[in-house]
């Protein structure tokens, strides 16, 4: 059977400042998407309406979607009134959040921007904890694992990517490695002080659902050992006395929430480290 082509789509991150925590915010959304190619684009510093004219002209062309941070009202109203002259699909991701807390607070913003880099002192760590995690998502870069707080390991859909990126917004770089039968884990895994290493199980039967809802959205034939119960029995087994051997606890994540999870790697990361003065909200 041939191989559906890949459509390239094309993705601008627009911001009147850096565009850094845009560009982070589209990497995290993109990571749970991985049967189209995106082309992501990051357009920093435009603060006049001929600048976003000349953006969405950019994205007319190119079939593309903007998503932006913008914090001064006029324009973001001038991005909202071109997007929809244009046909431009667009995301506006700070202008829903500063509406709401100048409700709430019954003050008004200060509409500058870049102004968070300059009052957050754990801005660049987390962005830089972001970028690690993105960079090292199922298995990549192994020759850095060793750079990493965090390594999780598991079967395949056992909720590593999600709870990774998670982690990453709270200051930790993490790293995930599946655990697929038949096939050996980088060396370098075995090289990662064991403290950091955690591994993720589930309840096959819950793991056998999660799966067949993938494998329908993929086309895998029903009787695929992916979804075939007993198959899942012996994977989870195998990643599970890998994790025993090498001396690394293992979460069971079974109906846990994302936060859930986390909390509890946070914790037993803390407990075996003593590293446990991270992970707060901001």
Not at 125 to 150: C, K, M, N, W, Y
Not at 220 to 237: F, G, M, Q, S
Request: charged content about 25%; proline content about 7%; hydrophobic content about 40%.
């Amino acid at each position: 059977m041939s191989e559906r082509p890949v459509r390239q789509r094309h993705v601008l991150a627009v911001s009147d400042a850096t565009g850094a925590t845009c560009e982070l915010v589209v990497q995290a959304a993109l990571a749970q998407f991985q049967s189209t190619e995106v082309l992501l684009e990051r357009v920093p510093f435009i603060r006049s309406p001929s600048q976003i004219e000349g953006v969405l002209e950019r994205a007319a062309s190119a079939s593309g979607v903007v998503v932006y941070t913008m914090v001064a009202p006029d324009l973001r109203a001038a991005m909202l009134e071109g997007s929809l002259r244009r046909g431009v699909p667009t995301v506006d991701i700070l202008g829903p959040i500063l509406t709401r807390l100048s409700d709430h607070l019954e003050i008004s913003p200060l509409a500058t921007p870049g102004l968070m880099r300059h009052l957050d002192p754990e801005y660049f760590r987390r962005i830089e904890s972001v970028e690690f995690t993105i960079q090292h998502d199922d298995g990549l870069r192994p020759e850095t694992l060793d750079r990493a707080e965090i390594v999780l390991v598991g079967v395949s859909r056992t909720s590593k990517t999600p709870v990774s990126l998670y982690l990453s917004l709270r200051g930790w770089k993490v790293a995930n490695v599946p655990l697929v039968g038949g096939v050996e884990p980088p060396t370098e895994l075995f090289q990662v002080d064991p403290r950091r290493v955690l591994g993720f199980t589930i309840d096959p039967a819950f793991l056998r659902l999660i799966r067949e809802e993938r494998a329908r959205h993929v086309g895998l034939a029903p009787r695929d050992a992916y979804v075939d119960e007993r198959a899942i029995r012996d994977e989870l087994l195998a990643a599970e006395r890998l994790c025993h051997r090498q001396g690394w606890p293992v979460l069971n994540v079974t109906a846990k929430a994302i936060e859930e999870t986390a909390s509890d790697v946070m914790v037993t990361i803390a407990s075996r480290t003593g590293d446990g003065n991270r992970g707060q909200l901001p």
